[in-house]
């Protein structure tokens, strides 16, 4: 459930492990309360895409959100609305992932089979529309339309991210600024909403409310990037996802675009060679000799640092501190 990066600090101060741990649990029990269907073909692929529920981030970031906010030590602030929006939010997550991975026809999944590799592109597509809509089912429970309309916002920004995504693919002409907005959009947002959120349903005041949006905005579009590093340089059995799908689905991330920034007109043409070969251990090299994968770690680390210092305004304690370790993980991940 909670991986040992995220559980080490927590542990050092009990009663903020016990607010994280005992609200994660009561999040898997709203989630899986809110599958449970009536058919056991349904169910069964309810319990397949359990798996994907890996490191809990979003609920985490909710919950540790508010209770920094409000600069508690314990669970005090975490209310039923907290949860049941921290199992919306890693709902949404999940069917955003099964959605993706039809996209990218990838096979691996956080070490298990995708469900468009085990059941076809069609089961899949309506299996992520099917949590999509508990998502928002489950969000109705909180009582409260603000909070359906913010997740709406949401999920309309995260399929414009694809969208944009998808309208540049093959193009490596993309540019750093476009590439930052489809993070932004696709993985970021998402992750905002759930920081602001956790802190407005504490009571928290709009400086805090904005301050925690974009700790978890900036905080998300470094877990991004180094997404795409990972994509190109990890191993699938560490990371446990298939992996040099950008490569091979056209999509150019962050090291290739400062590649591409720095090269001579003969260089240039050289990668965009080895791009439409889909070479990528000519690729990987190209990108090590050049510095660029370090020099996109760096653009990573940077918004780290500008996540943490946008946490200045939320009160002091040990949930702000998690937090900022928390975005330091998010780049020092390796899976
Ligand atoms: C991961 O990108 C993808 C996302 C963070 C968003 C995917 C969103 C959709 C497919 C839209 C579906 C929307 C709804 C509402 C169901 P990636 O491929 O770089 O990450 P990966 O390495 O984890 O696959
Ligand atoms: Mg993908």
Redesign the pocket.
Known sequence: MVPPSILSPVTRHAPLAAAILGGLRDVEEIFAKQLRSDLPAVNELAQHVERYRGKMLRPTLLMLSGIASVGAGDGAPIKKAHRICAAVGEM?HM???V???V??E?ETRRRGRTVNSLRGNETAVML?DWL?SNSFHLCSLVGDTAVNVLFGET?NT??E??LLQLSRREDPTLDEVTYMEIVRR??AALVATCCSLGARLSGASDEVQTALGLYGERTGCAF?IQ??VL?LVGEEAVVG?TLG??LEKGKTTLPVILLLRGASPWERSEVLQIIHRRDGAALLERLRRSGCLDEAKATAQSLVESAKSALDVVPEGPARELLRELADEAVRRQA
């Open positions: 949404i069917a955003t992932l959605h993706d991975d996209l990218d990838a992520g999509i999920t995260l399929c991210g694809e696709k993985t991004q997404d795409d994509d996802k799908r950008d």
